[in-house]
């Protein structure tokens, strides 16, 4: 029999159907709109959600601390805890660290004689210094001595801990919560590296920390001698240290460091070769240590293992010559590797003007040796800057180009017989400014003209100097307009009378220049002995 019954259409959907069918289609939409408001959210709160984060650490481990009945005091005895094996003796020079140091292992040794002669040293000590100078070494060093200390008065090695802080730790802990750790440990030393890290400054810094540290290195327990609790710290930007930290019963003694001394390399250097059991008579140390002022330890340890990767992979043993090369790519960035043809007419500018440079700093009997001249890449110098500075530089879109670049080509590199600070006479300062002009008048000279293509900003440099020796050390904005004036006029006769003399000096040497140019395309780099030696010639 026939029913009356609705056909229905599979896979025709209703009104519920079209709905869900139109959700699942937006459904990734949504969820993308979740997360970018999400995201967007945690962006704005995360500030926020560190502190919390942060202070809710804080409270927790004070609960575990008075759980457990006490302080919790793992966190600062296992991480932090330095067991150091030098001693001062393993430190070449810092003479005036060791003897302020040595005042901290001499009052731990008997702190009540020194309290009653009112000689009790300061809280703090500020080490201060250019990076890889030796304070973290002198540190541990200091570590070393108040275990050596220990041992030979007979006492147990741990009774007096040395503790090393990082910057990390301080802002997770928070310097209340490590004060209180180092006083449950006392007698102990902390020490804290990279202080400046720590933003302690009134203006733009962490004045929370700040609190915490003024506050706690001046409430330290004074009465009892045997639990006396000294603080070091280092830092390579004192600037950056709030000036109240700086006074006396904080950070009230500070210890400047600075590179070593041209002898304290030489000492290093042959502590070093000792070391490695090698024929000392085979090396001529003075040659290179005159080469390496302003270098540290770490610079000469780096430039030793050079040396000896290279003696293990050419299978001979250390000498003098690859102590020359490792110093080259090491300390000078002279990168022996060329990646790049550079065209023969470029190459042609380039050895016009450094041989001219180097040969003028020869014939003009500048004080300080020349170390080499050379036509391969080097690393430049890359110069610190703020993103402040980097967003509000004048000329960051002009120069972006320039700043990012890392290698420039060819060089002269200069030493000094002495070390030296840099006080020079009027004479010494004019062959300076004429050996800077030299590089063009010898591109004139062996080229026949010179486009200030390469390194043009010398010319500017040596303008500097003869305005320095015009000038007289006056400041330019504080003369009247026709004073100012008359000086400059004068600096620049000068400058055009050095750019002249220099060059009627390399014209009467020039087969010599072009004898240096030639071995140096084809050796790329020579030492100054090579070319004093073919000038002589």
């Given at each position: ?169 301080i802002i997770t802990m928070g310097m209340k919560t490590i004060f209180e750790l180092a006083e449950a440990c006392a007698p102990c030393v902390l020490f804290i590296d990279e202080i400046d890290l720590l933003g302690l400054q009134r203006a733009d810094g962490n004045r929370e920390l700040l609190g915490q ?325």
């Amino acid at each position: 029999p026939q029913t009356n019954q609705k056909t229905v259409i599979r896979g025709t959907p209703g009104l519920l159907g079209l709905v869900s069918k139109y959700l699942t289609e937006k459904a990734w939409s949504l969820r993308f709109v979740e997360g970018a408001a999400l995201g967007y959210n945690t962006y704005l709160w995360y500030p926020e959600i560190l502190k919390i984060s942060s202070y809710l650490g804080k409270k927790g481990r004070a609960l575990i601390g008075k759980l457990k009945g006490g302080i919790e005091r793992t966190a600062i005895e296992e991480e932090q805890r330095v067991t150091a094996q030098i001693t001062f003796d393993d430190v070449v020079g810092l003479d005036h660290a060791k003897q302020v140091l040595a005042e901290i292992v001499n009052y731990l040794r008997d702190p009540e004689r020194y309290d009653l002669l009112g000689m009790t040293p300061e809280k703090g000590f500020l080490l201060c210094g250019p990076s890889r100078t030796g304070k973290s070494y002198i540190a541990e060093a200091l570590a070393g001595e108040i275990r050596h200390m220990q041992k030979e008065a007979g006492r147990d090695e741990n009774d007096i801990r040395f503790y090393s802080i990082d910057a990390e730790k301080i802002i997770t802990m928070g310097m209340k919560t490590i004060f209180e750790l180092a006083e449950a440990c006392a007698p102990c030393v902390l020490f804290i590296d990279e202080i400046d890290l720590l933003g302690l400054q009134r203006a733009d810094g962490n004045r929370e920390l700040l609190g915490q540290f003024l506050s706690g290195l001046s409430g330290f327990q004074k009465n009892n001698p045997r639990k006396k609790v000294i603080v070091i710290a280092a830092t390579n930007k004192p600037e950056n240290i709030d000036e109240a930290l700086r006074k006396s019963g904080r950070f009230g003694k500070i210890i400047r460091f600075d590179y070593p001394t041209k002898q304290e390399r030489k000492e290093y250097m042959l502590r070093k070769l000792t070391g490695l059991a090698v024929n000392l008579k085979n090396f001529d140390l003075d040659a290179i240590v005159d080469q390496t002022e302003h270098c540290t330890f770490e610079d000469l340890n780096k430039m030793l293992s050079c040396a000896l990767l290279k003696a293990k992979i050419l299978g001979r043993p250390l000498n003098q010559q690859l102590l020359l090369i490792a110093f080259q790519e090491e300390i000078l960035s002279i990168i022996n590797q060329e990646t790049r043809l550079i065209p023969e007419s470029e190459r042609d500018i380039l050895v016009a003007h450094v041989v001219g440079q180097a040969c003028a700093h020869l014939l003009l009997g500048c004080s300080a040796p020349l170390n080499c001249v050379t036509i391969r890449s080097v690393g430049r110098h890359i110069v610190e800057k703020t993103v402040f500075e980097r967003l509000n530089s004048k000329k960051q879109e002009a120069d972006s180009t320039v700043t990012q670049t890392t290698i420039e080509y060819g060089g002269v590199f200069v030493g000094s017989a002495q070390d030296s600070i840099n006080l020079t006479q009027r004479e010494e300062w004019i062959n300076k400014a004429k050996t800077l002009l030299a590089g063009n008048s010898a591109e004139k000279i062996l080229l026949g003209s010179c486009g200030y293509s390469y390194k043009p900003e010398q010319r500017q440099q040596a303008f500097d100097i003869i305005k320095r020796i015009v000038f007289g050390g006056l400041e330019l904005n504080d003369l009247s307009k026709q004073t100012k004036e008359q000086l400059l006029k004068e600096a620049f006769d000068l400058l055009v009378q050095c750019e002249q003399e220099v060059e009627t000096l390399l014209t009467e040497h020039k087969n010599a220049l072009n004898i240096v140019a030639e071995q140096l395309k084809k050796q790329l780099t020579l030492s100054g002995k090579q070319v004093a030696a073919l000038l002589n010639k």
